[in-house]
């Protein structure tokens, strides 16, 4: 089955180009080395992976992933055994942005190859790890199997199979099986994450250490970006509508236009998880004639806008996202209206004591879900027409949108402890 992927792969990669130039151009991030996608390093580059020796590979692969990817090597290097080398790979140009922003000092950052045996081989003799720790799920067949036949151990963490994703592995197990084979350890985050795992390959013996995004840490002091500048002087209710999709900026649009006709004190800060989208989504809220500004096109909030003051901020930016939640009055996270379903990460709001409001199904999330219902400590709508009220309720009752953030905070640290769990497994496949 490898051999007909390898096969095939360059023929389908040509279908794939396309899609890839276009999220290059539009996505902002870091994108100066991205050639080392196609296992084309510079001088320097290659300079300092050959200074290090048997490191530690950890791949991520956006943002998200890539915060409990650098939480994880904080951690490990502040242990009595602070030695340890690392390299950290990411697949987005977002993801490499924030990594190299965040490392440790030494920590080197890469792009991690695309899944063509050469530029897999290639990458893995510069980098010559010890081990290979992938994050969630990213089961690439080369990379996995010939980091194994390079008899390097490598051990898939925070692992997870969405309710979508787990019909798609099942059915092309017979080609997923053997790579998973391959992995020397699995750390899952659910018993139902496990038996999905098994249910690819029996013969995998997944550990169950937890959901390391709830080991995430708030800086000790996030940058001020001066949102409310935006929005001139006076005392506002900030709305934070987080890593929103499409549909959803509309819907809470039209929400928020009716909310202002009695809550005079209200704005909105929508932050698109796609921040390429951010043209689209201003014309959509001109045509509801909605006063407005893009934060990409003007950074400067001390800058004179226009003659309206805008009620809505479109921040179409990466990388600020938590910066911007510190500013909610409350948080709605997106991928959950609108018809989404999925949902996005529910604990960094959380952790900044901020009411969370959510729709009912997050098929992503549902563990940290359950464990947040399970305290009282978010808002979830059963519909789209249930939002307008709900968010009703908490504009007129600050002090119970307060004790829902205070109990938000404390749900998180209940669940605490993944990322040393993890770390403890990985170092035995040191040894």
Known sequence: MLFLYNLLFPLAFIFFIPGMIIKYIRRGGEKNNYLERFSIFSKKKKTLLKQLHHPVWIHSVSVGETVIAVNMIQKWLAETDSSQQFV???TTTTGQALAKSKVPENVVVIFCPIDFLPFVKKTLRLVNPALLIIFETEIWPNLISKTSKMGIKTALVNARISDKSVKGYKRFSAFFAP?????????????????RFKSIEKTLTPIVCGNMKF??????????????????SGNYKIIVAASTHPGEENLLAKIFKSLKTKHKDLKMIIVPRHAERGLELSNMLNSLNIPHIRRSKNPDPTQKISDQAPEIVL???TGELLAIMQEAYLVIMGKSLAGHTEGHNIIEPALLGKLVISGCTLRNFRYTLKAM?????????HSDDELKDTLEKFINNTNECLEYGKRAACAVQKHTGATERTIELCKTLLK
């Open 88 to 90: 950290l790979s990411t």
């Open 179 to 195: 790579t998973l084979k391959h992995l020397s350890l699995l750390c899952i985050q659910t018993e139902l994450d496990g038996n």
């Open 215 to 232: 080991d995430q840490k708030i800086p000790d002091k996030l940058p001020d970006l001066q949102m409310r500048k935006y929005f001139g």
């Open 315 to 317: 921040a179409d930016t």
């Open 373 to 381: 219902l399970n305290d009282n400590a978010i808002i979830t709508v």
